[in-house]
């Protein structure tokens, strides 16, 4: 089982070591967006493209970063292109506000063709509040009830908002009881008045605003983004962003939780607190994360810590009979109801892998593991004292030693900080289920007794084969 418990560790050192590389680079990440200056009087057309996923507190940050730079360096426009159920934990009206109050023209563009783009929520209404609206032939927009998924909402006030934004754009008003519950596509869109272009993509909707006058807080412009005036400038969320953007996609936050917990209670098995424990640490502390923003039904939440717990204590056991039954009932249970929305809701398959693994896990792998470090079948860590051993994992002060073919837990004992991995060391004594360990030269000891064998022999010489301190036979 030694090579089993290796591989649980390495896989745990790989996740660490991926998480604090993500960490390590913030820095540079957060100043990935919008560090080229334009030179001379070129005009900038900055664009901010969102693969998917939610408009949440990460993308409004974003968004607000670029509308600030644009201001602050007079860009010629602003482009958000995007493809979004809804928004979560944003501030819907704040959002807008920014948006509307931006001297530089805000597009944006529910597309790319091809991908069945929608802009729902918070997503669609802010799709209404830009300066210019573009939609691919594919795209549309709604339902825009609940415009936060995250928050409880008043369908009334979502609808007085939504009117109130069509009748700035002097849109078609019966469009707003159909926006409210309902997708909408480009055509009916185009045909209620409140779509500017329809573009396609990035380029051919630059294309197509070159000359259009607009109105801004600022005033009207005539946009003049001709292809060999302009330079485009992309932008996007920068490491640590995607990180909290990708914490709130649904199954990446319950998958969080759930090897979170499992790292940590992994390592209440181990001796010490090593690499799996920082890992779920680490993990988990983004999975919490994701909880605080996207609608969770906490009562499923607890059933699925509740079975993850069960599992341990029935391993712990070694019972596997009704506690299984009841732990792997409580986790199934607690994923098919985790998420208070229907659009989160997790698919089938994922709660049924991720059950099926929890329970091989702590069934099969866990107790495997267990079973190694008790050691082989008949023998007592009381019969390991005075026993010599080499170090498997450090020492530090706790970790695994190799005795007899065993993997044991042990603590060391010996005057430096922690031993490592291949330091001999030898059994003193036994504390529980833990072993003491102290350094061991096995050379300087058989040296020893052959020096006091020698003494032991009155000085004479010892023939061949005699053992020291023998009487030597006499010949026939």
Do not use: C
């Not at 159920?85 to 959002?95: I, M, Q």
């Not at 997708?183 to 909707?205: C, K, W």
């Not at 640590?240 to 953007?245: F, Q, T």
């Amino acid at each position: 089982m030694e090579p089993l418990l290796a591989v649980v560790r390495r896989l745990a050192t790989i996740v660490v070591l991926t998480l604090l590389t993500v960490v390590s680079t913030a820095a540079l990440a957060l100043a990935q967006t919008g560090s080229d200056t334009p030179a001379g009087d070129v005009r900038v057309v900055e664009v901010l493209p969102l693969r998917g996923g939610f408009i949440d507190p990460p993308v409004t940050a974003q968004i607000r970063d670029v509308l600030d730079l644009a201001e602050e360096q007079g860009s010629e426009l602003v482009v958000l292109q995007y493809s979004s159920p809804g928004g979560v934990s944003v501030d819907v009206e704040e959002l807008l506000a920014r948006v509307q109050a931006s001297p530089v023209p805000v597009a944006v563009l529910i597309g790319p063709l091809g991908v069945g783009a929608e802009a729902g929520g918070a997503a669609g209404l802010l799709w209404l509040g830009a300066h210019l609206r573009a939609v691919a032939l594919d795209g549309s927009v709604g339902p825009i009830e609940p415009p936060d998924l995250a928050a409880s909402s008043d369908p009334a006030a979502t609808r007085a908002l939504l009117a109130a934004e069509l009748e700035r754009l002097e849109g078609d008003p019966a469009l707003t009881e159909a926006l409210l519950t309902t997708a909408v596509g480009s055509d009916e869109l185009d045909a209620a008045g409140v779509v500017t272009v329809s573009a396609q993509g990035i380029e051919p909707l630059l294309v197509d605003l070159d000359g259009r006058a607009v109105m801004t807080a600022a005033g009207e412009r005539t946009l003049s983004i001709r292809a060999d005036e302009v330079q485009v400038r992309f932008h996007s969320l920068g490491l640590v962003r995607r990180l909290l953007h990708a914490a709130t996609t649904a199954p990446f936050i319950y998958l969080l939780l759930v090897v979170g917990l499992g790292m940590l209670l992994f390592e209440v098995f181990q001796p010490g607190f090593g690499v799996a424990g920082i890992a779920g640490l680490v993990t988990l502390a983004i999975g919490v994360f994701g909880l605080t923003v996207l609608p969770v039904t906490w009562w499923a939440v607890a059933l699925v810590v509740l079975g993850l717990l069960l599992y341990a204590v029935d391993t712990a056991l070694a019972g596997f009979g009704p506690l299984t039954l009841a732990a792997t009932v409580a986790f199934a249970v607690g994923s098919w109801a985790f998420y208070d929305a229907e659009v989160l809701a997790l698919p089938w398959w994922l709660v049924t892998a991720t059950t099926v693994a929890a329970f091989a896990f702590f069934v099969f792998v866990m107790t495997s593991i267990l079973r190694a470090q008790a050691g082989p079948e008949g023998v007592s860590v009381d019969d390991l004292v005075g026993r010599p051993g080499i170090v498997r994992s450090v020492l530090n002060p706790e970790g695994h030693v190799y005795i007899d073919g065993a993997l044991w837990r042990a603590r060391w004992t010996g005057e430096t900080r922690r031993a490592k991995v291949g330091t001999p060391v030898r059994v003193h004594a036994v504390d529980g289920p833990v072993v003491l360990v102290a350094p061991y030269d096995a050379t300087a000891e058989v040296a020893g007794r052959t020096a006091a064998g020698a003494t032991s022999g009155e000085g004479g010489e010892v023939a061949d084969g005699q053992v020291a301190g023998e009487p030597i036979e006499p010949r026939s």
